[in-house]
């Protein structure tokens, strides 16, 4: 897709939520809004998927915030929009929801008040989850008689273990934010006063960073977290070697030694 296309694409009306483009400081926000719980739509899960697509292909975008108005960040799914889905609709729904972990570019997500079913998985699929104080995770899907479906068990499972998992889905608990950030689910928690200035600093503080390095990290991560160990070292190495002939590492290296702030271009 071309740049001016891209563009035009992200000032379409969608479904539920925004985006905003800063180029002046290669940032993108996708802006949860619909009042007054953050309710995620089935077909909002569609164009969420395309807008992640979209802004990573986006030249001026080096981070992608995705973030929510109002006191909750996100409720979960439209029930009833779940029940009248096709199959065919419902088989990708843990593809949408996954759009985040599947960007090149770093993803931060902004967590407040509630963050229940698809809104949690949707948190769980992004790289750095900043969590209110406020906020409540939640996979209450067991009071439907159903489970999570878009990959919130499995994640979950992941970061947490199967023990602290089962507490959650099985008996559909809620946790803080202070818990969660204790389980390692969030990567820092705050203040509610100061959710959006985290945020400001984490996105200028990956801006710093080289974006070819940046997007091999998250490969790679995210690729060998199922992978033995000697495979995992293996494929370290060779995104290291890889590294070693790119401009930004040129350039990292002679900024370093001239004690001056890198300048990198992500080639």
Not at 83 to 110: G, M, Q, T
Not at 148 to 173: C, D, E, F, N, Y
Not at 177 to 196: H, R
Not at 230 to 251: N, P, Q, W
Request: aromatic letters at 8%; glycine letters at 8%; charged letters at 25%.
């Amino acid at each position: 897709m071309q740049q001016q296309s891209i563009q035009q694409f992200l000032e379409t009306q969608f479904d539920g939520f925004q985006v905003e483009v800063d180029v002046s400081r290669e940032r993108a926000d996708i802006i949860l809004n619909r009042a007054p719980l953050n309710v995620i739509s089935m077909g909002q899960r569609d164009e969420l998927r395309l807008v992640f697509e979209a802004l990573d292909a986006h030249q001026g975008v080096r981070v992608i915030v995705l973030r929510s108005v109002g006191e909750h960040f996100s409720s979960g799914g439209d029930i009833k929009g779940f029940l009248e889905a096709s199959p065919e609709h419902v088989s990708k729904l843990a593809w949408n929801v996954a759009a985040p972990a599947r960007c090149e570019k770093p993803v931060i997500v902004a967590n407040r008040g509630y963050t229940f079913g698809v809104g949690f998985e949707l948190s769980l699929a992004c790289d750095f989850r900043i969590a209110s104080q406020t906020t409540r995770y939640a996979l209450p899907e067991q009071n439907l008689g159903q489970i999570p479906g878009s990959g919130g068990s499995a994640r979950l499972q992941k970061i947490i273990g199967i023990t602290r998992t089962k507490h959650m889905v099985m008996r559909a608990k809620r946790i803080t934010g202070d818990q969660a950030y204790a389980w390692g689910i969030a990567t820092e928690v705050v203040p509610d006063t100061e959710l959006e200035s985290t945020v400001d600093a984490l996105v200028d503080e990956l801006r710093r960073f080289s974006p070819l390095a940046q997007r091999t990290a998250k490969k790679l991560i995210n690729d060998n977290e199922d992978a033995p160990l000697t495979v995992a070292i293996e494929m370290e190495g060779h995104c290291y070697s890889r590294l070693r002939s790119s401009r930004d590492f040129k350039e990292g290296v002679e900024a370093f030694h001239s004690k001056r702030a890198a300048v990198f271009t992500g080639e």
